[in-house]
Each structure stands twice: as structure tokens, then as C-alpha cells.
T-cell receptor
């Protein structure tokens, strides 16, 4: 139980385009989902927290207009990287909090490459 | 905000040698978690420590939470090539968010 999936697992897009990443809790309801970004050889940095049905809360330094987060249901959150640039290339990992123990479970990550 | 400092940044050991990574916080932690990330993979939850002075073992891995709940360590006995990866400690912030330490990258000479 408590599985979190992400789609796609990897994506390559051209500079200036937008890309959407989905995060799903497969067997539990997640009232809160978190989005992290990890650059090569660095730690995971929390980008934002999203609660179902409300606006996401962004960490300091994260542009909310560039990284659009939607948490439309208790099992799905999406992160859209708008007008992507090569410096947005990174590993994006979501996590979902819920389940019987109200724990936080991590997805497998999405590797984004912007050319 | 709350954060943890993790040392060392890198550790390169001969297979069979022991390995230890440390996390330190300036504030008292409610709990601390440890994750392992294999090269190219995503972080995998290993364990959570909650109690002061707690020691937990998973086979060759020993996790310890300091008496003052401000530091923690992960010790691997007799490393194997399968232990390669980056080990992160993480804490639950006051806002119930998981904040990761900087990680220790372990590489092993066979």
C-alpha cells in the first residue's frame, strides 16, 4: 500500500514550451502533496506544498507563475513548468501525505531535460 | 527555518570498511528520518527515529538519535557495493514539511 506514482518518468522538451508532471496517490487519499526539485549531486529542495482544493504554498525563491501547481483531487496533483528553460532541467519529485498512518510517501521522480 | 547539517559530503571507502554519516541541528528535533538514494534513483525511506537516545538496527545499518535530539547518525558495518548511493537525513519542520539534509555520497572500492 501507500504507492505514489509520477508521470512521465522522464521528459525532454524544447526551451519556451510548457510541460506538465502528474503525481498520483494510487491507494490512498492525500490531503497534502509536496513538490521537490533536485539538481545533479544536490539535495532535494522543497518547492511547494499543495492542499486539495486550495492554492499551493510556495517556498521562498520559487516562482509561482512559473511552476503552476494544481491539486484538484485527493489523489492527483500536477506541476506545470511554464516557458521552460535549460536551467529548469532537474529531477522533480513529488510526495503525498495520507494513508492510515498519515505518513508522507515519495514518488519515483520525473527527470526533465530542457533543450 | 529549521535545517540540518550533514557531514561528510563525500565518503569513499574500501569494500568491507565501515561508514558513518552524521546529521546535526541547532534546534531540538521532534524526529529524524533517513533516506537512501541510489545513483539515478529516487530517495527511499529507511527509518524514522523519534525517541531521545534511540538506536535502531537494520541488518548492517545502525541508526542513532542523540540524547538531546539534536543529532543523528547512520553507521554501516562492513560496506558492500550495494550500499553505494547518497544517504540523506531529513526532519519534519514545524510546518509539517520534510526538509532534507545535504546528503552524504558513499562510493566504494571493490
Amino acid at each position: 500500500g501507500a504507492v505514489v506514482s509520477q508521470h512521465p518518468s522522464w521528459v525532454i522538451c524544447k526551451s519556451g514550451t510548457s510541460v506538465k508532471i502528474e503525481c498520483r496517490s494510487l491507494d490512498f487519499q492525500a490531503t497534502t502533496m509536496f513538490w521537490y526539485r533536485q539538481f545533479p549531486k544536490q539535495s532535494l529542495m522543497l518547492m511547494a506544498t499543495s492542499n486539495e482544493g486550495s492554492k499551493a504554498t510556495y517556498e521562498q525563491g520559487v516562482e509561482k507563475d512559473k511552476f503552476l501547481i494544481n491539486h484538484a483531487s485527493l489523489t492527483l496533483s500536477t506541476l506545470t513548468v511554464t516557458s521552460a528553460h535549460p536551467e529548469d532541467s532537474s529531477f522533480y519529485i513529488c510526495s503525498a501525505r495520507g494513508g492510515p498512518d498519515y505518513e508522507q510517501y515519495f514518488g519515483p521522480g520525473t527527470r526533465l531535460t530542457v533543450t | 527555518g529549521q535545517q540540518v547539517m550533514q557531514i561528510p559530503q563525500y565518503q569513499h571507502v574500501q569494500e568491507g570498511e565501515d561508514f558513518t554519516t552524521y546529521c546535526n541541528s541547532s534546534t531540538t528535533l521532534s524526529n529524524i528520518q533517513w533516506y537512501k538514494q541510489r545513483p539515478g534513483g529516487h530517495p527511499v525511506f529507511l527509518i524514522q527515529l523519534v525517541k531521545s537516545g534511540e538506536v535502531k538496527k537494520q541488518k548492517r545499518l545502525t541508526f542513532q538519535f542523540g540524547e538531546a535530539k539534536k543529532n543523528s547518525s547512520l553507521h554501516i558495518t562492513a560496506t558492500q557495493t550495494t550500499d553505494v548511493g547518497t544517504y540523506f537525513c531529513a526532519l519534519y519542520s514545524s510546518a509539517s514539511k520534510i526538509i532534507f539534509g545535504s546528503g552524504t555520497r558513499l562510493s566504494i572500492r571493490p
